[in-house]
C-alpha cells in the first residue's frame, strides 16, 4: 500500500482556489461589454412571480433540437412599469445584463426593461428610425421655425370623426375664431402612415399652420406618427406644423420633427391662435392711451387760448373764450368718462371741437375781415336785434368803431 | 375679405405711439384720434364677428 501523508500539512503540487475565489473570477470573466446592457430576445420558461414582488424565469431558444436557456432576475422595482404580465411560452425581448450571481452559482441576466417581442421590436425599430432621422437633421433646432401669431387659415390633420377635431373646434371657436380647414385621415393602423403622410402635403402651402393631431392611445395606436414618412412631412413641411399626438406622457417622433410640439390637441389649438379676450384687452388698452394723449393736448391748447386772452382784452370775445374752455373742459370730463362703446359719440363731439377751434378762435375771425356789432352791451345776432337810429358799437380787427343804423333791411327767407 | 386684423392691430400701435409723441399737434392728434377709434372699432368688430368657418380638402 502506499504511504498516505500523515495530517494535515502543507500539499504540494497544484494551487486550490476557494469558491469566493473562483467566483470573484468568473464574475471578473463575465464584466465583458458585449454581456452588458444588451437586448435578448427569447420565449419564457419557468416563470415565478414572487411574493417579495421579483420576478424569476427562463429565457430559453431552441435551435436545430438543442435547448438554450438563460437564468433571468427582474427586480421588483424593475417591473412596476411592465405594461404586460409576463407568463411562460411568451416570446420577449428584455434589455439589461449578465452577472454571475454567487450565492446559488448561477450565470443570470439581469432585466433592467421587457417587452414582448412584437412590441418590443418596434420599440427598438423606433429607437433605429429616430437614430437615422436624427442623422438627416430632421430634429434639429435650427429648421424650427415660428409659429404665425395671427393665423387666418388653420390647418388641421387627424381623423374626421372623434374627439380629437372636435377639442380643437372647440378651443379655436373659443380663442379666435378662423378659417379651419381639416385634412382628414386614419389616425392608426398599419397604412396610416401613408394616409397622414398625404394628409399633411395636401395642407403644406395651403394654410398658415398646420396642426397634426391624435388622442392618447397604446404604443401601437400611436405607432404611424413614428413612421419615417410622416417624420420627414413635418420636418419639410413649407408650412409650420404643431405635433399633438397622444397624451402629456406619450411621446413619437412626429413631435420632434414639428416646429412646436403640444401635450394635447387642445393646447396645439391654443398655441397657433391668440386669445381675442386678450386682444379685446390691448385694444381697449390703446383708447384709454389716445384717450389720455388727446386729453393732454387738449389742456396744451387751453393754454393757448389763454394766452391768445390776454392779448385781445374784448370781453365778448373773452366770453367765448370761456365758452370754448367750458366745452374743452366738459370734453375732458367726456374723455374721462367715455368707454369703448361710446367712440361714436365722443368723436362726434371732437368733430364739433375742432369745428370750433377752428371757427370760433377769435383772432381768426376778426383777423379775416369779420366785425362784431354790440348793441347795449349785447351782441347783435340777427338783424331782427336792430331798428332804425340804434347806436352800435363794432369791433373789428385792429380796433373798433362807434356807429348809428339808417336803416335795416331782412333777407327774405333764412 | 377686408382687411386683416393683424395690420389692422399694427396700424393701431403705430397710431397710439404718434399720438403720445409730443411733437404731435392737437390737429393731428385729432385726427389720429378718430382714425384709431375707427381702427379699434373695426378690431372689436373683428373679434366679436370672428366666426369659425370648417372646410375639408382631400385633393392635392
Known sequence: ?414 | MTRKFEEMLGELRDVVKKMEDPDTGLDESIALYEKGAALIRECERKLAEAELKVTEVTEK
Not at chain 1, 25 to 37: K, T, V
Not at chain 1, 105 to 129: S, T, Y
Not at chain 1, 309 to 326: A, I, K
Open chain 1, 1 to 414: 500500500m502506499d504511504q498516505v501523508p500523515a495530517g494535515p500539512g502543507p500539499v504540494p503540487g497544484p494551487a486550490v482556489l476557494s469558491v469566493a475565489d473562483i467566483s470573484g473570477i468568473i464574475a471578473e470573466a463575465l464584466d465583458d461589454g458585449r454581456l452588458q446592457d444588451i437586448w435578448i430576445r427569447g420565449e419564457i420558461t419557468s416563470y415565478k412571480h414572487h411574493h417579495s414582488g421579483h420576478r424569476y424565469f427562463s429565457l430559453s431558444e431552441q435551435v436545430w433540437g438543442r435547448n438554450f436557456s438563460l437564468r433571468c432576475v427582474m427586480w421588483r422595482s424593475r417591473g412596476t412599469d411592465l405594461d404586460f404580465e409576463p407568463r411562460d411560452g411568451l416570446a420577449v425581448i428584455a434589455f439589461g445584463y449578465v452577472q454571475f450571481y454567487e450565492g446559488q452559482g448561477q450565470v443570470q441576466f439581469n432585466v433592467q426593461e421587457m417587452l414582448p417581442a412584437g412590441a418590443g421590436e418596434k420599440h427598438l425599430l423606433v429607437e433605429r428610425w429616430k437614430r437615422e432621422l436624427a442623422a438627416e437633421g430632421l430634429f434639429s433646432e435650427e429648421r424650427k421655425r415660428p409659429l404665425p401669431p395671427f393665423p387666418s387659415v388653420v390647418g388641421v390633420v387627424t381623423a374626421r370623426t372623434g374627439a380629437v377635431l372636435q377639442d380643437i373646434l372647440n378651443v379655436l371657436g373659443r380663442r379666435f375664431p378662423c378659417r379651419v380647414v381639416l385634412s382628414p385621415t386614419a389616425v392608426q393602423g398599419d397604412l396610416a402612415h401613408l394616409e397622414i403622410t398625404r394628409a399633411i402635403r395636401i395642407l403644406d402651402g395651403r394654410v398658415d399652420v398646420i396642426i397634426v393631431a391624435r388622442g392618447g392611445g397604446s404604443f401601437d395606436d400611436l405607432f404611424p406618427f413614428n413612421h419615417p414618412d410622416v417624420v420627414r412631412a413635418i420636418g419639410c413641411s413649407r408650412t409650420p406644423v404643431v405635433s399633438a399626438v397622444g397624451h402629456e406622457v406619450d411621446h413619437v417622433l412626429s413631435d420632434l420633427a414639428a416646429d412646436r410640439r403640444a401635450p394635447t390637441p387642445s393646447a396645439a389649438a391654443e398655441l397657433v391662435v391668440p386669445d381675442r379676450a386678450d386682444l379685446g384687452r390691448e385694444v381697449a388698452g390703446y383708447l384709454e392711451r389716445m384717450k389720455g394723449s388727446l386729453e393732454k393736448k387738449v389742456q396744451a391748447s387751453g393754454l393757448l387760448i389763454e394766452d391768445l386772452r390776454l392779448r385781445l382784452q374784448p370781453r365778448r370775445l373773452l366770453r367765448r373764450v370761456n365758452e370754448h374752455r367750458d366745452i374743452v373742459a366738459e370734453l375732458g370730463e367726456d374723455l374721462d368718462r367715455a368707454v369703448a362703446g361710446k367712440i361714436g359719440r365722443l368723436r362726434g363731439e371732437l368733430e364739433k371741437e375742432r369745428a370750433l377751434l377752428d371757427g370760433r378762435s377769435p383772432l381768426s375771425i376778426l383777423a379775416r375781415g369779420y366785425c362784431i356789432a354790440e348793441k347795449e352791451g349785447r351782441v347783435v345776432r340777427t338783424a331782427r336785434d336792430l331798428g332804425r337810429g340804434d347806436r352800435v358799437n363794432l369791433r373789428m380787427h385792429g380796433g373798433g368803431a362807434k356807429a348809428q343804423i339808417e336803416e335795416v333791411y331782412h333777407d327774405k327767407e333764412v
